[in-house]
Nanobody, 124 residues
Framework: QVQLVESGGGLVQAGGSLRLSCAASGRTSSAYAMGWFRQAPGKDRQFVAAISWSAGRTYYADSVKGRFTISRDNAKSTVYLQMNSLEPEDTAVYYC?????????????????WGQGTQVTVSS
């Protein structure tokens, strides 16, 4: 079992930046690919970014490419999402997730563990 706790959300003006963190605990000695997803009010949860176990591979949704950066520190069992040039359309609850294995995973159905989410609100 892996427990995930997100932090770093908040209210920011358009054009601003936020850095989300996701701390993992439990069975963190195993290899996990990590991902970030988001869900806006009235919409389905969507993929944002993913990173392989070694951090050698990353993958981004087109809507955030060039603005968001996913990274991880396995020594701290933490994954990050640096969000720059935020837009009102980025407003959502952001979730981190863990998938057993070493490769990048983009389908949410392949993720076994989820955090509770952190709210990001971007004002115009």
């Amino acid at each position: 079992q892996v427990q995930l706790v997100e932090s770093g959300g908040g209210l920011v003006q358009a054009g601003g930046s936020l850095r989300l963190s996701c701390a993992a605990s439990g069975r963190t000695s195993s290899a996990y690919a990590m991902g970030w997803f988001r869900q806006a009010p009235g919409k389905d949860r969507q993929f944002v970014a993913a990173i392989s176990w070694s951090a050698g591979r990353t993958y981004y949704a087109d809507s955030v490419k060039g603005r968001f950066t996913i990274s991880r520190d396995n020594a701290k069992s933490t994954v990050y999402l640096q969000m720059n040039s935020l837009e009102p359309e980025d407003t959502a609850v952001y979730y981190c997730a863990a998938a057993p294995g070493v490769w990048v995973v983009v389908r949410q159905y392949d993720y076994d563990y989820w955090g509770q989410g952190t709210q990001v609100t971007v004002s115009s």
